[in-house]
């Protein structure tokens, strides 16, 4: 039964990213960028990640536990350490730090994505949570639904973030709950008021 539950998940999570793959494509396309997805970044970001503590945040991993289709521009993960970043891997796969800060790192693949490795986007024991699945041909680790809505929290409540910013964070909690009523149970009350009300 696990293993079917793991293949559906597994599918499901393939035929999400497949979406969001082709609206990258079709972005770039719009604003006549050179062609192309995020697909071969992500995987050379989870082979040189492989044996560590990370996790998929932010957009890739709204896309994998939505079913409503959306694009984003970049990789966001979530570090338990700085000291699991994978600065020789990540240059070996072609990536380059583009800036370095308090709690994150920018880097960008060989073909223009920005990829941003963060160790305050969510807790270590939220990392450690993470669910695991098979897509692009990788094994990714994505934030559960509860701590992907925390994390989204989190960051509304974060005063250093442009408002139009933290009001998408709200709006993708609100989201994450739609589609995850499950998530509202390990909310706390004032968490689950925002939710609620939208703000």
């Known amino acids: 039964m696990e293993g079917t539950a793991a293949a559906n998940t597994a599918g499901l999570a393939q035929a999400r990213l497949d979406v969001g793959f082709r609206l990258d494509r079709r972005h770039r396309w719009l604003m006549g960028e050179v062609a192309g997805d995020k697909?071969?970044?992500?995987v050379a970001v989870a082979h040189a990640c492989a044996g560590r503590r990370w996790a998929l945040v932010r957009g890739v991993a709204l896309q994998i536990h939505q079913k409503e289709p959306r694009t984003t521009l970049d990789i966001d993960l979530a570090l338990a350490s700085r000291d699991d970043l994978p600065g020789e891997a990540l240059r070996a796969a072609g990536l380059r730090k583009t800036g370095?800060?308090?709690h994150s790192e920018n880097w960008v693949a060989a073909d223009?994505?920005?990829v941003q490795f963060s160790d305050d986007a969510a807790p270590a024991e939220a990392i450690d949570r993470a669910l695991t699945v098979l897509a692009a041909g990788v094994v990714l680790r994505v934030l559960t639904p509860l701590d992907l809505?925390?994390?989204k929290?989190?960051?509304a409540r974060d005063p250093r973030r442009r408002r139009s910013k933290?009001?998408?964070d709200v709006a993708d909690a609100v989201a994450l709950c739609e589609e995850h009523p499950e998530v509202l149970?390990?909310?706390s009350e004032a968490d689950r008021a925002?939710?609620?009300t939208g703000g």
């Open 100 to 102: 370095e800060f308090e």
């Open 39 to 42: 697909q071969a970044a992500l």
């Open 194 to 196: 925002v939710v609620e």
């Open 166 to 168: 933290r009001l998408q």
């Open 112 to 114: 223009g994505t920005a």
């Open 185 to 187: 149970a390990g909310l």
């Open 153 to 155: 929290l989190r960051a």
């Open 149 to 151: 809505c925390l994390s």
